[in-house]
């Protein structure tokens, strides 16, 4: 099983480009989102999505886009990248119940110069 | 008071000792709780469930203690491989179904 697939792992951008971040998963998970982890600050919740057509913002929203239109897919956008977005970012997945099992990407480095 | 909190660490331990976690939460309606374990640099992985009689793993067991809000994680004869963050999760299951992440404590065994 594929799980949860993020891509770029690795990326490198200037301040002010736009980029997306791609996240898939392959459960039929109804919940997904996106966290950001910096050193001190533990997991904090950007976006997050119950289902396709449904996105809401999370607790550090600001400067990020998200869209869910299937099942599968539920990519973030940067929309003009600051050295405060540098970070690693997670997506994540779960079925509707909270009281189960969340699965996370393996994590994009973020880098913004 | 923080939702959920954590001893950041880090716990430096010697390999086959004893060592205990606490992660304590502000709401008491809280009704799901989990530890997840993430490996430097990599993500997050569900370690075990908390269940309200307590829950034993191998050498893990987590406890919960709902009148005191907080939950533990003891592991028993820690090897060099457990050398890991753990994070302490807790969910609400009300309207919003709010799940908390705790920062993570660090854990090093030493050999």
């Known amino acids: 099983n594929a799980g949860v697939t993020q891509t770029p792992k690795f990326q490198v951008l200037k301040t002010g480009q736009s980029m997306t971040l791609q996240c898939a998963q392959d459960m039929n998970h109804e919940y997904m989102s996106w966290y950001r982890q910096d050193p001190g600050m533990g997991l904090r919740l950007i976006h997050y999505s119950v289902g396709a057509g449904i996105t809401d913002q999370g607790e550090v929203p600001n400067g990020y886009n998200v869209s869910r239109s299937t099942t599968e897919d539920f990519p973030l956008r940067l929309l003009s990248a600051a050295p405060s977005q540098t970070s690693v970012y997670f997506c994540?997945?779960?079925?509707?119940?909270?009281?189960?099992?969340?699965?996370f990407g393996e994590g994009s480095w973020l880098t913004v110069v | 008071r923080k939702e959920v909190e954590q001893d950041p660490g880090p716990f430096n331990v010697p390999e086959g000792a004893t060592v205990a976690f606490n992660c304590t939460y502000s709401n008491s309606a809280s009704q799901s709780f989990f530890w997840y374990r993430q490996d430097c640099r990599k993500e997050p992985k569900l370690l075990m469930s908390v269940y309200s009689s307590g829950n034993e793993d191998g050498r893990f067991t987590a406890q919960l203690n709902r009148a005191s809000q907080y939950i533990s994680l003891l592991i028993r004869d820690s090897k060099l491989s457990d050398s890991a963050t753990y994070l302490c999760?807790?969910?609400?299951?009300?309207?919003?179904?709010?799940?908390?992440f705790g920062k993570g404590t660090r854990l090093h065994i030493l050999p």
């Open positions: 999760v807790v969910n609400s299951r009300n309207r919003d179904d709010k799940i908390i």
């Open positions: 994540a997945s779960r079925t509707g119940s909270s009281g189960n099992t969340i699965y």
